[in-house]
C-alpha cells in the first residue's frame, strides 16, 4: 500500500476557507468510507478531528469538515483562526491496514 | 477517561531488536469493538501506521515491516507490546500507542516515546 498524496503546505489568512485534498487510490479511499483526518500541532500527539469521512468527534469544531470525491477526500478548514496552524495528515484503511498521507503544513498568514 | 503511555529504551543499536510497551487505562481490551495501534514518525516526517491488535486478537500489520514486526496483548496487565526487529538507523523516530474504534480511528493517543537508532 502506498501513502496518500497530500500538497505540503496550504495556507489562508484569519477568516478564509482553506481544503486541503488527499489522494488515493480505488484500493483504500475509492473504496471504504473509512477516512480519517488529524492534526497535530508542533511537538504534540496527533488529534483525531475526522473519522469515516465526514465525522466529527465530540468537541471538535464544526468549523472543521470532510468530504470525498472518488479517490480523493478532502478537509475544509472554515473560518481560519490562529490555532488552526498546524499539520495535518488524512488516513484511510486500506484493506489489510491503514495508510496515512504525507502531511500537509497549514500556515495561518 | 482514556490514558495510554508508551515506555521502552530511548536508544537501540543498529540489528537489536526493539520492545515497546503501551500502558492504558480507562479501557479493557476485552471490549468488543475496542483495540490499540502503533503509529510512528520520523522526525520532521510524516505518520505511519506500524500495526494493531483488536479485542478478539485480530492483529494487522504494515505490509511493508509486517515481516519484522509483533503486536501482543496482556489484558491483565492492560498492556499492549509491539516489537521491531533487525532495527535500522531509518527506523529512528518518535513511537505513538492509540486508542483504536471500529472504523480505524484513533481517538486517543499516547504523548509517544522517541527512540534512537545509532551505534
Known amino acids: 500500500q502506498s501513502a496518500l498524496t497530500q500538497p505540503a503546505s496550504v495556507s489562508g489568512s484569519p477568516g478564509q476557507s482553506i481544503t486541503i485534498s488527499c489522494t488515493g487510490t480505488a484500493n483504500d479511499i475509492g473504496t471504504y468510507n473509512l477516512v480519517s483526518w488529524y492534526q497535530q500541532h508542533p511537538g504534540k500527539a496527533p488529534k483525531l478531528i475526522i473519522y469515516e469521512v465526514t465525522q466529527r468527534p465530540s468537541g471538535i469544531s464544526n468549523r472543521f469538515s470532510g468530504s470525498r470525491s472518488g479517490n480523493t477526500a478532502s478537509l475544509t478548514i472554515s473560518g481560519l483562526q490562529a490555532e488552526d496552524e498546524a499539520n495535518y495528515y488524512c488516513?484511510?484503511?486500506?484493506?489489510?491496514?491503514?495508510?496515512f498521507g504525507g502531511g500537509t503544513k497549514v500556515t495561518v498568514l | 477517561q482514556i490514558t495510554l503511555k508508551e515506555s521502552g529504551p530511548t536508544l537501540v543499536k543498529p540489528t537489536q531488536t526493539l520492545t515497546l510497551t503501551c500502558t492504558f487505562s480507562g479501557f479493557s481490551l476485552t471490549t468488543n469493538k475496542v483495540g490499540v495501534g502503533w503509529i510512528r514518525q520520523p522526525p520532521g516526517k510524516a505518520l505511519e501506521c506500524l500495526a494493531f491488535?483488536?479485542?478478539?486478537?485480530?492483529?494487522r500489520y504494515t505490509p511493508s515491516l509486517k515481516s519484522r514486526l509483533t503486536i501482543t496483548k496482556d489484558t491483565s496487565k492492560n498492556e499492549v507490546v509491539l516489537t521491531m526487529t533487525n532495527m535500522d538507523p531509518m527506523d529512528t523516530a518518535t513511537y505513538y500507542c492509540a486508542h483504536l474504534l471500529i472504523g480505524y480511528k484513533f481517538d486517543i493517543w499516547g504523548q509517544g516515546t522517541m527512540v534512537t537508532v545509532a551505534s
Open positions: 491488535i483488536y479485542w478478539n486478537d485480530d492483529k
Open positions: 488516513c484511510s484503511y486500506a484493506g489489510s491496514s491503514v495508510t
